[in-house]
């Protein structure tokens, strides 16, 4: 993945704004930047483009959205900044977060209408951080419903889309202006395209391991549940151009995802009152304070599972989700009327589980306190039939990255901005802070489509002469 000098690049064709991944961002950007009269090109690795825009929930959070305001949710971009800050403790860049705070709903909305992206709201519970219900999605919930909408809509824009395309190397001046990208293809063979912009839109590098091991440890040894073409190479590229990284230990954990099926359950079932026990059949943290840092959490119990623990009540926020029914439909929900017979069912041992049950109860009761600090007032309390689902903690998306200004131009680590690169969702640093607790639910794909967008905007401007 090496920088080459512009000097031995040679290329027959030359694009103004050249885009590499066809995930989120890069379609976002690709939108954005041919509606700014740009001629655009987007390089994807894949024959198929996926992502891990297909492999997520495809949901994005957005404050003062026509939706929310339809369903009389009271939001501001400031809150929504407030949420991105209080869950990263104050560690992230504040200015960035009051901008995909700003840009959030104008995104969401210019997708939905400008570009026939079809979302609704989701309602029912709250996900760990969010003050506002405002979680905007596909009708399934699916990653794969929101990666085809923004193919079709890149196909209605005209945008060429050149898959099976590697991104192996750059060429750039000594002043870190990126001439050409050189392309290589299934087969082998190598070809080079000419740019006068460069949008780095190719993710984080949670599918090398090497890179895993040597930013974030703690999580080398959970699986990986993200894109596994996504290598790092923008964060290669950006250093050796010269630009600044940032909060490189930081990540999208997941502390339930079904074991064996590999999908995440949505943590709404524990934001409502459900509850995750261990082979024990103990509870060994607050579930409330977020999926993300429950990973590590989860990977640290016995076998490395944990069960989430709930009831038929609880279960109907999930079965708005794609993702929960197919765990139901393969046959990876438990069911039970007792909580013997859960146990049973699961595994588990049934003393200690009624034991951690009925402390539960006591806890929603209010008549005891809990060890982890978790508050159950206020939710109902279990009632039969009972549901269980085995899962494991995993790595969904690394958050450190390229540092970007507003533009979501690349920067150097003095803030001067590399000439003509920019970049945007899993390739530059997120909103999440230095470690695994700052992430906030819906912080990946807003930082796609929100960087995205501007990098796009940008971009045009500046290859049309506008900047
Ligand atoms: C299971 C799961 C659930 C998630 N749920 C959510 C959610 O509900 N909400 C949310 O906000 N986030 C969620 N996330 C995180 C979200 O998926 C990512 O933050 C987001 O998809 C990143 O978008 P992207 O465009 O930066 O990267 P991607 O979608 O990964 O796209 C990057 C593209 O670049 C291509 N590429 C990589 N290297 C090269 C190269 N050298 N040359 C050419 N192409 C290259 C890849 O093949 C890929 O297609 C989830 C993640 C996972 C794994």
């Known amino acids: 993945m090496p920088v080459l000098p512009a000097s031995d690049a040679r290329f027959d064709h030359k694009v103004e704004v050249l885009v590499i ?10 939108l954005a930047a041919g509606e700014g009269g740009a001629e655009v090109l987007v390089l994807e690795r894949d024959e198929t483009p996926t992502g891990s825009t297909t492999l997520s929930t495809g949901l994005i959070p957005a404050a003062g959205t026509r939706l929310q305001r339809a369903a009389g949710i009271d939001d501001s971009p400031e809150q ?3 949420d991105f800050i209080g869950k990263a403790k104050g560690k992230t860049d504040e200015k960035m977060a009051r901008l995909m705070g700003r840009v959030s709903a104008p995104t969401v909305e210019w997708l939905m209408e400008r570009h026939g992206v079809e979302m609704n709201l989701v ?18 919930r ?24 590697l991104a192996s190397d750059l060429y750039a001046t000594p002043e870190g202006r990126v001439v050409a990208v ?40 959970a699986e990986y549940w993200g894109h596994v073409g996504n290598k790092g190479d923008a964060v290669k590229w950006g250093m050796a151009l010269g630009a600044a990284t940032a909060d ?17 359950i949505v943590w709404g079932v524990l934001m409502e009152g459900g509850i995750q026990v261990n082979a024990l059949g103990e509870r060994f943290s607050d579930e409330t304070l977020g999926y993300s840092e429950q990973a590590v959490v989860v990977v640290k119990q016995p ?25 139901l439909s393969l046959g990876g929900i438990r069911r039970a009327n007792t909580i013997a017979e859960l146990a049973r069912e699961c595994g588990l041992p049934a003393d200690a589980l009624g034991r951690t049950i009925a402390a539960v109860e006591e806890m929603r009761a209010g008549h005891a306190k809990d060890t982890y600090g978790r508050d159950f007032t206020g939710k109902p309390p279990f009632a039969p039939p009972y549901c269980a689902v085995k899962v494991t903690g995993a790595l969904f998306h690394t958050q450190g990255g390229l540092v970007v200004d507003e533009d979501a131009r690349v920067l150097r680590p003095d803030g001067r901005a590399l000439p003509n690169l ?46």
């Open 21 to 30: 991944g066809a995930g989120a961002c890069g379609l976002t950007a690709a």
């Open 248 to 264: 490189m230990g930081s990540y999208q954990g997941h502390g339930a995802v079904a074991t064996p099926h590999g999908n995440p």
């Open 142 to 165: 699916t990653g794969q419903e929101l990666e085809a909408a923004l193919l079709a809509a890149a196909g209605r824009a005209e945008i060429d889309i050149l898959t099976g395309a």
């Open 80 to 82: 929504l900044a407030a």
């Open 182 to 221: 050189r392309v290589t293809r299934p087969d082998g063979k190598q070809e080079t395209v000419g740019c006068e912009a460069l949008v780095l839109a190719c993710s984080g590098f949670g599918g090398n391991r090497d890179m895993v091991r040597d930013f974030i440890p703690e999580i080398a040894e």
């Open 123 to 140: 309602t029912g519970f709250l996900y760990p951080g969010h003050s506002r219900l405002r979680m905007h999605g596909t009708p399934n």
């Open 303 to 327: 076998g490395h599972v944990a069960w989430n623990i709930y009831d038929e009540q609880r279960e109907k926020t999930a079965l708005q989700f794609t993702d929960y029914r197919e765990v």
């Open 422 to 467: 920019f970049a945007g969702g899993g390739a530059a640093r997120g909103l999440s802070g230095p470690s695994r607790w700052g992430y906030l639910a819906g912080a990946g794909l807003l930082t796609a489509t929100g960087f995205g967008r501007l990098a796009g905007i940008a971009a045009a401007k500046q290859v049309r002469g506008g900047a």
